[in-house]
């Protein structure tokens, strides 16, 4: 049986102990500029008194615990690197640490010394959104909209989050006819395009303006800033409503699942931490591990696993907030 070659060094060089963190959708506090610190998320943490003894230092990608139990247990060192963390973690050795490293964001197993093929799978791709500066406000608001519409509640969404909203379903004319309408603002609060939800299978699912740019906004994000800085962040409209019906008002949508550099500089400006909750499928996982690379330079992040083969939307209200909000369980 051929082994997976593993280039510890690219691995050390590519995934910082902040990505590693989000993984485990752990969320550290910000000390100062190079160091973040919180509980110790370690199996062998026993120390009652030791609350906040684990502490990362973001430029060196180094951590430590210095409760007497992990030091007991790691035979008398304090810390490691990003593979330590994995292994103590996963309670498995650093070849294998580096592997679920490698497994989990993309990276290549087969990488050369050079780890190129690391960057390439990290790095975001072209942003569209540096080809335009704005969307332009709509001159013109659609009327008549049902917000009580069968489709909604068939969704889950009721009555109030439809019309806090402002969607329902449309019967004018236009390209928008027939479609659940979706009112998309921008971080300013003025009206900048319509989505238009399909009923049932038709094609395309969703439709858009023509010339409007999901790059350059971030749907909700409008009233997500009047809630605190710590932001949910989800893929699609009707993961952004049922969060919102589970009482977490901070939420955004990124009408997709990849993020922009607009969209990057939108969270950091707003927010100081974040929590990722995208669909559970093969896209989402993929989109979650690079996303968190995008992001944990900015913002503490931490990522939620949604169950395999579900969506936030279709998740009771419970299960939404267990998952983004463990602390306050």
């Known amino acids: 049986m051929t082994r997976s070659w593993v280039d510890f060094r690219a691995v050390k060089a590519n995934i910082s102990m902040e990505m590693a963190l989000a993984q485990y959708g752990i969320m550290l506090h910000r000390v100062n500029r190079c160091h973040i610190r919180g509980r110790c998320p370690l199996p062998t943490h026993a120390s009652k008194n030791s609350v906040q003894s684990f502490i990362v230092n973001t430029e060196k990608n180094a951590w430590a615990c210095h409760s007497s139990s992990c030091v007991s247990a790691r035979g008398g060192r304090l810390g490691g690197n990003v593979l330590d ?111 238009g939800r399909a009923l049932g299978q038709a094609e395309p699912k969703y439709r858009f303006p023509t010339r409007f740019r999901k790059s350059l906004v971030l749907f909700n994000l409008c009233r997500a800033v009047h809630h605190g800085k710590r932001v949910v962040i989800v893929e699609g409209f009707f993961d952004c409503f049922k969060v919102r019906q589970a009482g977490i008002r901070c939420a955004v949508a990124l009408m997709g699942c990849s993020l922009s550099r607009r969209q990057a500089d939108l969270l950091e400006q707003h927010f100081s931490e974040a929590v990722l909750l995208l669909d559970g499928d093969k896209a989402g996982r993929a989109a979650s591990a690079t996303i968190a690379a995008q992001l944990v330079p900015k913002l503490s992040t931490r990522l939620v696993r949604v169950p395999e083969g579900s969506q936030p939307d279709q998740l009771s209200e419970d299960q939404i907030r267990c998952l983004c909000i463990p602390d306050y369980f």
């Open 85 to 195: 963390f994995v292994a103590s973690m996963e309670t498995c050795s650093i070849r294998a640490a580096a592997l679920r490293l490698q497994d989990w964001l993309g990276m290549n197993s087969d990488l050369g010394s050079s780890g190129a093929a690391v960057h390439a799978a990290t790095e975001p791709p072209a942003d569209p959104s540096r080809n335009g500066d704005s969307n332009r406000p709509l001159p013109f608001t659609l009327t008549g909209i049902d917000s009580r519409h069968p489709y909604l509640r068939e969704r889950g969404i009721s009555p109030e989050t439809a019309q806090h909203f402002g969607i329902g379903w449309f019967p004018g004319k236009g390209s928008m006819a027939g479609r659940i309408v979706i009112p998309i603002h921008n971080e300013d609060g003025t009206l900048v395009a319509y989505a």
